[in-house]
């Protein structure tokens, strides 16, 4: 296992990336459907990028969509501030951009690195840092040495189903359709990571050899500040998003870059319940002058606050892998199509975090 395993491109898959534009999903499909083998440029995409390296083929045989496929037919681009340029976090690789307008972890400034290819080691921060003087200028200096350590991060192969119908397939346009399958790829694909990064193996209880299939979510990792407001949502403010802020700036030296992200239930109360009445969240959706972002990804009634560039989304491999299954639908005309990402979160700085609820 290395430190950090990146793939280093080739000159074909560089080649291969500068003309994405001319894949076509629609084709890959229908190839799928029909049993027969990909050929073209299509065939020399999964030649170049497939191979199943994120799935280990533990799930059978795969193609492999790369982001940069994505990536190179997004709707969405970052341009100024009022465009998104705010959201703008720690990122690297394609699957950064090509995420970001669908999953609200990577908006809020989530690290993500893409193409791994092993287990990797990131460094973590076990306590804040300290400062000393100097005595005079014979003294050695204090020992102020902080704890730290490494976290591990593996894949693990997260599965969804999307089935449409046959005909959509057969009948719609290829540059529709096209766009249909990513947009579903990639709202699968967003909110799946949501919910891990957020919440993931969450009511499991003990941890057994079936559950640590998924990894471990903000909500549920030890070292992130609690705080809960009993009662009313009138004391969320002075019992959870105050101390929350305050121990998050205290732990990190600083939460200027810091942002809340809130389940639908929590930022229903903290919105205004009339035209007339003030909420906690003003009329530019920010919640105490911070950005606020909201995910069904969230436990149910919680908000967290945090800076989100200490926490690193992995992904392996070099896209999302697809298994086509024609045949348990025929009957009724209906397609099902298998979405696979390779992926694990780590917090390096679980101080750096607040998560707060209403009890």
Same mark, same amino acid.
């Given at each position: 296992?290395?430190?950090?395993?990146?793939?280093?491109?080739?000159?074909?898959?560089?080649?291969?990336?500068?003309?994405?534009?001319?894949?076509?999903?629609?084709?890959?499909?229908?190839?799928?459907?029909?049993?027969?083998?990909?050929?073209?440029?299509?065939?020399?995409?999964?030649?170049?990028?497939?191979?199943?390296?994120?799935?280990?083929?533990?799930?059978?045989?795969?193609?492999?969509?790369?982001?940069?496929?994505?990536?190179?037919?997004?709707?969405?681009?970052?341009?100024?501030?009022?465009?998104?340029?705010?959201?703008?976090?720690?990122?690297?690789?394609?699957?950064?951009?090509?995420?970001?307008?669908?999953?609200?972890?990577?908006?809020?400034?989530?690290?993500?690195?893409?193409?791994?290819?092993?287990?990797?080691?990131?460094?973590?921060?076990?306590?804040?840092?300290?400062?000393?003087?100097?005595?005079?200028?014979?003294?050695?200096?204090?020992?102020?040495?902080?704890?730290?350590?490494?976290?591990?991060?593996?894949?693990?192969?997260?599965?969804?189903?999307?089935?449409?119908?046959?005909?959509?397939?057969?009948?719609?346009?290829?540059?529709?359709?096209?766009?249909?399958?990513?947009?579903?790829?990639?709202?699968?694909?967003?909110?799946?990571?949501?919910?891990?990064? =957020?919440?993931?193996?969450?009511?499991?209880?003990?941890?057994?050899?079936?559950?640590?299939?998924?990894?471990?979510?903000?909500?549920?990792?030890?070292?992130?500040?609690?705080?809960?407001?009993?009662?009313?949502?009138?004391? =969320?403010?002075?019992?959870?998003?105050?101390?929350?802020?305050?121990?998050?700036?205290?732990?990190?030296?600083?939460?200027?870059?810091?942002?809340?992200?809130?389940?639908?239930?929590?930022?229903?109360? =903290?919105?205004?319940?009339?035209?007339?009445?003030?909420?906690?969240?003003?009329?530019?959706?920010? =919640?105490?002058?911070?950005?606020?972002?909201?995910?069904?990804?969230?436990?149910?009634?919680?908000?967290?606050?945090?800076?989100?560039?200490?926490?690193?989304?992995?992904?392996?491999?070099?896209?999302?892998?697809?298994?086509?299954?024609?045949?348990?639908?025929?009957?009724?005309?209906?397609?099902?199509?298998?979405?696979?990402?390779?992926?694990?979160?780590?917090?390096?700085?679980?101080?750096?975090?607040?998560?707060?609820?209403?009890?």
């Amino acid at each position: 296992m290395h430190p950090l395993s990146f793939q280093t491109r080739t000159a074909d898959q560089r080649r291969a990336e500068q003309t994405f534009h001319n894949y076509s999903l629609s084709k890959v499909l229908r190839h799928a459907m029909s049993g027969e083998r990909l050929d073209g440029f299509e065939a020399e995409v999964e030649k170049q990028f497939g191979g199943s390296v994120g799935t280990q083929s533990r799930h059978g045989p795969t193609i492999t969509v790369p982001w940069g496929v994505l990536a190179g037919q997004r709707d969405l681009n970052i341009a100024s501030p009022t465009a998104g340029g705010y959201l703008v976090g720690s990122s690297m690789g394609p699957a950064a951009d090509v995420l970001r307008p669908y999953n609200v972890a990577t908006r809020a400034g989530m690290s993500v690195l893409s193409g791994l290819r092993t287990d990797i080691f990131i460094p973590g921060v076990l306590d804040e840092v300290q400062f000393g003087w100097m005595l005079d200028e014979t003294s050695p200096g204090p020992s102020l040495t902080p704890a730290t350590g490494l976290v591990q991060m593996r894949p693990h192969v997260a599965c969804g189903v999307i089935t449409y119908h046959g005909r959509l397939v057969r009948g719609m346009p290829p540059g529709m359709l096209d766009l249909f399958v990513r947009r579903r790829l990639l709202q699968a694909a967003g909110a799946l990571i949501d919910r891990v990064v =957020l919440d993931g193996r969450s009511n499991r209880g003990t941890a057994t050899a079936d559950d640590m299939a998924e990894p471990l979510g903000l909500c549920n990792i030890t070292g992130v500040q609690r705080f809960s407001a009993a009662g009313v949502a009138a004391n =969320l403010l002075s019992a959870a998003v105050n101390p929350s802020m305050a121990a998050v700036a205290n732990r990190a030296g600083s939460d200027e870059g810091s942002s809340f992200v809130l389940s639908p239930g929590m930022r229903a109360l =903290l919105l205004p319940t009339s035209p007339t009445e003030r909420g906690a969240i003003d009329s530019t959706g920010r =919640l105490q002058s911070k950005a606020t972002h909201c995910t069904a990804g969230m436990a149910a009634i919680t908000g967290a606050y945090g800076e989100w560039s200490n926490a690193v989304l992995g992904l392996w491999g070099d896209g999302i892998e697809i298994a086509i299954d024609p045949f348990t639908g025929f009957k009724n005309d209906t397609v099902t199509m298998r979405c696979m990402v390779a992926m694990d979160v780590a917090f390096n700085n679980p101080a750096a975090f607040s998560v707060f609820t209403l009890a």
